[in-house]
């Protein structure tokens, strides 16, 4: 029982060679530019929070929940984000949640308080971005075995070069056209 069971496993890990290269490259591509913006726009939140504590009338320890319960929530997506890829695949997957995602930049600064700017940017985006963000390592794997490491390690340099050319453009953005437009762009950008 036990010997045909391993020849099972054999002949299916055989019938399923990974690429290694080709589309793989495509999608490797695509994830990374997915990291560079996702991440990017994400730790450029932190340039926006005295604008968006000014706006409120907040201090600045309530201030800093909002980038937190994002980070927080995207890595408690996890269970979900591999519930969601097993059900519907990790294409179907990192669609809608990055259209959630687009969608909750550009409704956050439309809220009233700064309670409701939570919940949205910061649960319900978290979760959005946790599934968008993870789903992309995880279709890496469909298309990878022995070239892997390099597809990871490309895939999450790309997050650290996001974080270092958005910065400044947030920045600018903020300073010429302020925080509420600055997300509706970043919003229009994560969109794409």
Known sequence: MSSKLESDVKSYSADKKKPNGGYGWIILLSISLNNFILVGCMYSLGILLKDVKNYFEISQK???LLPSFNIGFMFLSGPLTSALAAQFGCRKVIMLSGL???TMYIISPLMPNFD???LSFGLIGGLSYGCTLLTGFVILVDYFDVKLGIANGIAVASS???SFALAPLSGFLI???GWKITMYIMGAVTFL
Request: hydrophobic share 40%; glycine share 14%.
């Open 62 to 64: 309530k201030a800093n």
């Open 160 to 162: 650290g070069l996001g």
């Open 175 to 177: 300073k010429n056209y």
């Open 116 to 118: 409701l700017m939570l």
């Open 100 to 102: 959630v995602h687009s």
